[in-house]
Structure formats: C-alpha cells, structure tokens
C-alpha cells in the first residue's frame, strides 16, 4: 500500500523559516516525480514545487519562487519543502504527490497524494 506522510508544519512568525517532509512507502520512490502543493481556507489547491525524478530539475510556482526549495532523498524516500521568508499568504494546508506523468505541475487525483500538514504565518 503507497503511503505518502507530510510532517514538520506548525506556526511560523512572518519572515521565519519552516521545513516539511513527506516521506514515502510502498512505492518505488526514485521512479516518481514529486510535488508540493497547498490548499488555503475558501482557495483552490495550488502548485507550489515540483522535483524530477533524479532530483536535477525543479520547478517552482510564481508565488514562492526565490523563497522555497525542494528536494529529496532517494535513499531516504523523503521529498523535503525547505520554506524561508514566510509570509502570512502562506498560510495553508501542505500537501506531497507523487506522480509518473512528466509534466511539471501535472499531478492529478488519481496520483498518490499525502494527507496533508498545516503551515501557519502569523504576522
């Protein structure tokens, strides 16, 4: 059974620093591309980053680019969301995916998806 477990989140003042993890089972952890995305309270789900398999390329929404980086660790199959100069539109709930499609925001429903950790900028 796939299991994708985000963790880390917590309450941050503006301008700090916070990292989550997602760490992975149940997959063949190199052979996914992997994502984070985030859901604000009344918002849609957005794209946030994204990782190649092998960890060379990332890609970054408009939002948090400069800010965010993303990595992982294919001996620990954990994806890693390091934020930094957080501000209170950050504020969310911080979802992983995993997915076998190339491109670099596609992830959809019927991929794997984490369950979720919430991420709180107080300003």
């Known amino acids: 059974q796939v299991q994708l477990v985000e963790s880390g989140g917590g309450l941050v003042q503006a301008g700090g620093s916070l990292r989550v993890s997602c760490a992975s089972s149940g997959l063949t952890f190199s052979s996914y591309r992997l994502g984070w995305f985030r859901q604000a309270p009344g918002k849609e789900r957005e794209f946030v980053a994204s990782?190649?398999?092998?960890?060379?390329?990332?890609y970054y929404g408009d939002s948090v680019k400069g800010r965010f980086t993303i990595s992982r660790d294919n001996v620990k199959n954990t994806v890693y969301l390091q934020m930094n100069s957080l501000k209170p539109e950050d504020t969310a709930v911080y979802y992983c995916?995993?997915?076998?499609?190339?491109?670099?925001?596609?992830?959809?429903?019927?991929?794997?998806w984490g369950q979720g950790t919430q991420v709180t900028v107080s300003s």
């Open positions: 995916a995993a997915s076998l499609r190339v491109g670099a925001s596609d992830f959809r429903a019927n991929d794997y």
């Open positions: 990782i190649s398999r092998s960890g060379t390329r990332t």
